[in-house]
């Protein structure tokens, strides 16, 4: 269908654009969403995430935030703290240096995000936002709908 590939185009040059951005800072782009989640979360009062709740914020599952959280472990922007509610969980909160670098990024990030949407008015962004929207609210039935409807592996015979 052609609105399915526009849409794969349309984010595939999102990260082909963003990424240069973010290596700027020496960081990728899922990089980013993990500081900036944490970073979020420290603005709303909870110094740190578990792994499950990072991956429910990002709308992604544990196992693919592992290796990249695993990789700002390595260069000193965040860190593995034991929960205060449950020493057998480990949870995830930013370094000194991880909000330094959170800041650094945020001081153009907002101009840096309005200069991709410069090819549309802002009639149209709007418009944009609200079709995609929608379309998240679908996708967010769906995605339950079909939790239940789809086997878990292959049938056995």
């Known amino acids: 269908m052609r609105l399915f590939r526009a849409l794969l185009r349309t984010l595939n040059h999102l990260r082909q654009v963003t990424e240069p951005y973010y290596s700027s800072h020496g960081i990728s782009g899922p990089q980013w969403g993990v500081l900036r989640t944490l970073h979020r979360a420290q603005v ?17 599952r544990p196992p693919s935030v592992t290796g990249v959280v695993d990789r700002l472990e390595r260069m000193g922007l965040v860190r593995r703290v034991p929960s205060k509610a449950d020493r057998r969980v480990r949870e995830l909160r930013l370094t000194g240096e991880g909000r330094k670098l ?17 090819g549309l008015t802002l009639r149209e962004q709007e418009y944009l936002r609200g079709l995609l929207d929608r379309l998240d609210a679908h996708f967010t039935v769906f995605a339950g709908h079909r939790r239940n409807d789809v086997p878990a592996g292959p049938a056995k015979t």
């Open 102 to 118: 959170v800041a650094r990024v945020l001081t153009r990030h907002s101009s840096y995000v309005r200069s991709l949407f410069d």
């Open 44 to 60: 709303e009062g909870t110094k740190s995430l578990r792994l499950t709740d990072l991956g429910e914020r990002l709308l992604i």
